[in-house]
């Protein structure tokens, strides 16, 4: 089969299968994520060994650090996607929740059900655990999807289907629903990108560039995750303590992800105090601070910041979106100049103030134009699971249908149903045998 026509099938196959979502009952699909956790324990030898073809060939190509991170499998992210099948389980079933009902003068009830959006196209690079995230919560939501994973996670991929299948088998869960593009091949996306008669809505996660590249050649509608350029204000008012400790989490944890920071913006009452500290932490986990010239100056002059890498800023490192251990570093002499500089150079995603004033933290919040703004805490934090959301599609910086963390009620849609009991636009309904007049013909062909 040619990739044009193996594509356009894989997409005909989702579109089919959307009425037989509708079908379904909640237990259904509950079981089918309880199963397919069930098996992912189960052959949990097998994804590794599958997922270890993937990291040598990564290696053999020399991909970052970062990029490996992101691929890896391990005993412990197993049971993390385990946990997100379960967790999404436990949730809620959205499809078919009335959110809004009234009734009009004429005693026409109208309301609004959520429904699922219908075949979804999902398009990721990297991480594997994805596989699993997209697929619960569309199984959860009725919603027909189409993985799209990297050439990179062919083998993790290839498996982590293979299971979602099996499961689906098991548990009458109509199998068309879950679609793998089982090809390296990156015509295949373009191809994909056509088939708005098939597919509703496309959702890239990936580098920047993989999002503009469907942004700017998809016919559906695009779900945009754009780049994660996180920001952190310390605040002259900040807590030492929890200032050193969110800064630290936020960028060394796991430098890889989206929600990790990538500026540190630190206010000038609080540079000469905060700055070295967090150089001297950085330091020990190997972190590179590329510093303006204020924040520059702190730490060449100060004994403490000695074991970190510092080099002099450039201004596109304020735009760049590292996923490493690299943070670029700015001074700044006011909390408006603090949300001038986020507003900037941020992408929309996550950022966070660290301050004891409330007025100044709800400024922040106000003000800062971002998918998630955090007071005292890490921008870790955003991510759909631990938002309670049990797992995520991607983190939306668009403005429209979702932004932040997208989660199962996100992958829904209203809309409106009307209940009636023979009420008509009005009164124009058919006439009464003494209302029906004779029809000028000649007048009507005259006009």
């Known amino acids: 089969m040619q990739l044009k026509e193996y594509v356009e099938h894989i997409a005909k196959n989702a579109k089919k299968s959307q009425r037989k979502l509708l079908r379904l009952n909640t237990q259904t699909k509950n079981d089918t994520l309880l199963k397919t956790a069930e098996l992912l324990l189960k052959r949990k030898d097998e994804i590794i060994q599958e997922n270890q073809k993937d990291l040598k060939e990564a290696q053999r190509k020399g991909y970052s650090k970062a990029l490996l991170d992101r691929l890896a499998l391990n005993d412990k992210r197993i049971d993390g996607m385990v946990k997100v099948l379960n967790d999404v389980a436990s949730l809620p079933d959205p499809v078919g929740e009335v959110i809004h009902m009234w009734t009009r003068p004429n005693g026409l009830k109208i309301g609004q059900m959520r429904v699922p959006l219908g075949t979804i196209l999902i398009i990721y690079e990297a991480r594997p655990n994805v596989t699993i995230e997209a697929a619960s919560l569309c199984i959860k939501s009725s919603n027909a999807v189409i993985l799209k994973g990297g050439s990179e996670t062919i083998n993790s991929n290839r498996i982590l289907v293979d299971i979602i299948k099996q499961a689906a088998r098991e548990t009458g869960f109509p199998q068309d629903a879950i679609q793998f593009v089982d090809t390296t091949d990156r015509e295949a996306v373009n191809l994909l990108l056509k088939l ?9 996660r990936g580098g920047e560039g993989l999002i503009k590249a469907v942004a700017e ?19 002259s008012e900040a807590d030492m303590e929890k200032a050193l400790n969110i800064a ?40 590179e601070m590329r510093c303006d010239e204020r924040s520059l100056q702190i730490l060449q002059n100060d004994p403490e910041a000695h074991d970190v890498e510092i080099v002099p800023a450039k201004e596109e490192d304020y735009y760049e979106e590292f996923l490493d251990l690299i943070i670029a570093v700015k001074v700044v002499d006011s909390l408006d100049e603090a949300i001038e500089f986020i507003n900037r150079y941020g992408s ?11 007025t100044k933290g709800m400024r922040f919040i106000n003000e800062v134009d971002s998918a998630a703004v955090y007071i005292n805490a890490s921008t870790r934090f955003t991510d759909g699971n631990e938002f309670g959301l049990g797992a995520e599609m991607g983190i939306s910086t668009d403005k429209i249908h979702v932004r932040g963390p997208m989660g199962l009620k996100d992958l829904t849609i209203p809309k409106y149903i009307v209940f009636g009991n023979g009420q008509i636009r009005d009164n124009f309904g058919i006439p009464k045998e003494e209302e029906v007049v004779e029809i000028d013909k000649t007048a009507c062909e005259r006009r």
């Open 348 to 358: 929309g995603h996550s950022d966070s103030i660290i301050t004891e004033n409330y």
């Open 196 to 204: 708005d008669k098939y597919i509703d809505v496309a959702i890239p």
């Open 217 to 235: 050649n998809a016919r559906m509608p695009v779900i945009k995750h754009y780049k994660g350029v996180c920001n952190l204000y310390i605040d």
């Open 248 to 287: 630290y989490n936020a960028k060394v944890q796991r430098p890889s992800v989206c929600n990790a920071i990538e500026n540190l913006v630190v206010h000038s009452q609080i540079a000469k105090d905060f700055l070295p500290k967090i150089a001297y932490y950085y330091g020990k986990a190997g972190v």
